[in-house]
């Protein structure tokens, strides 16, 4: 991050929908570089895994359709050590179907 091409934006208390809308605003007239994506899970419970999923890809596949310089990673949705077993599972499920669907559109 200490390269002067590079942006960190920290985006505390949001949900993955005001993520990929700032993604999308910085992105914008970027043609090459590195796109790295990290939720912290806030809608995740109310969006679910499958549209959270969703949410994310659409936004790398647009990212990729018109900036092929742009190198996109996901890290996923990070552990929040304070929640219950059921949210581990749906942000363990969310990470592995976003694992899957990074890969495959990779190849």
Do not use: F, H, W
Request: glycine share 10%; hydrophobic share 35%; aromatic share 0%.
């Amino acid at each position: 991050m200490r390269d002067q091409k590079s942006v960190l934006v920290s985006l505390s208390g949001k949900g993955m929908e005001d993520v990929v809308k700032e993604v999308r605003e910085q992105v914008k007239g970027v043609q090459e570089g590195m796109v790295i994506m990290q939720g912290g899970g806030n809608s995740l419970r109310r969006l679910g895994p499958e549209q959270t999923v969703g949410k994310v890809m659409e936004c790398l596949k647009d990212i990729k359709k018109d900036r092929k310089k742009v190198r996109v990673a996901v890290v996923g949705i990070m552990r929040r050590p304070r929640e219950n077993a059921e949210y581990e599972e749906i942000r363990r499920d969310t990470n592995k179907r976003l694992q899957e669907e990074v890969v495959r559109m990779k190849a």
